[in-house]
């Protein structure tokens, strides 16, 4: 079972940069597409940013496309989301999730990916 846990969050103004981590715990997530998602209040889940299992081919929301940019670490199986010129807009719980079969490439769909983080809170004062 894959448990993932992320960190990095936290309360910054407009403009600034943020780098978030997700790290699985129990097992490696190396064969695995992994993606942040992330939910504002009253809002529905949305995707952000994937990488697929090597990191070779990555996929952005249009919302964060040139602010933001996934890597992944594989010697150290850690997965980043650099998130720069931050908006009030990017206030939100940011998760990571890794998909529910490996070697796959990222996709936007939630329901593609079965194992999750607890989240971690980003938010963007203006």
């Known amino acids: 079972q894959v448990q993932l846990v992320e960190s990095g969050g936290g309360l910054v103004q407009a403009g600034a940069s943020l780098s978030l981590s997700c790290k699985p715990s129990g097992r490696t997530f190396s064969r695995y597409a992994v993606s942040w998602f992330r939910q504002a209040p009253g809002e529905e889940r949305e995707f952000v940013a994937g990488t697929s299992y090597g990191g070779q081919h990555s996929i952005y929301a249009d919302s964060v496309k040139d602010r933001f940019t996934i890597s992944r670490d594989i010697v150290d199986n850690i997965v980043y989301l650099q998130m720069n010129s931050l908006k009030p807009e990017d206030t939100a719980v940011y998760y990571c999730?890794?998909?529910?079969?490996?070697?796959?490439?990222?996709?936007?769909?939630?329901?593609?990916?079965?194992?999750w983080g607890q989240g971690t809170h980003v938010t963007v004062s203006s």
């Open positions: 999730a890794a998909d529910r079969n490996p070697w796959g490439l990222p996709q936007k769909d939630p329901t593609k990916y079965g194992y």
